[in-house]
């Protein structure tokens, strides 16, 4: 199994930055890539970004693309999510995802943290 912890949301104005990070522990060895999702209140989860672990590959939805990055620290089992010129629609606890199969395949999630952004 992997274990997933994120860290470092909270409270941020409109236009601001956050950088969250999520530390995976266990089978780290078995991660094909990381990935982070989110979910507004009443809203579905939804992609926002994953990395492969071993190329670095990325990939990214529309609505964050040229906003946020991410990135992995290999040496550390850590995903980060770097948020800049945040929105209050990019409200959500967002979570963490890890798969071991391939890119769209998730198999182990974390608790999630929230990013709350005001207006």
């Known amino acids: 199994q992997v274990q997933l912890v994120e860290s470092g949301g909270g409270l941020v104005q409109a236009g601001g930055s956050l950088r969250l990070s999520c530390a995976a522990s266990?089978?780290?060895?078995?991660?094909?890539?990381m990935n982070w999702f989110r979910q507004a209140p009443g809203k579905d989860r939804e992609f926002v970004a994953a990395?492969?672990?071993?190329?670095?590959?990325?990939y990214y939805a529309d609505s964050v693309k040229g906003r946020f990055t991410i990135s992995r620290d290999n040496a550390k089992n850590t995903v980060f999510l770097h948020m800049n010129s945040l929105k209050p629609d990019d409200t959500a606890v967002y979570y963490c995802?890890?798969?071991?199969?391939?890119?769209?395949?998730?198999?182990?999630w974390g608790q999630g943290t929230q990013v709350t952004v005001s207006s």
């Open positions: 995802a890890v798969g071991t199969r391939g890119l769209y395949e998730y198999d182990y």
């Open positions: 266990g089978r780290t060895f078995s991660i094909y890539a």
């Open positions: 990395i492969t672990w071993s190329a670095g590959a990325t």
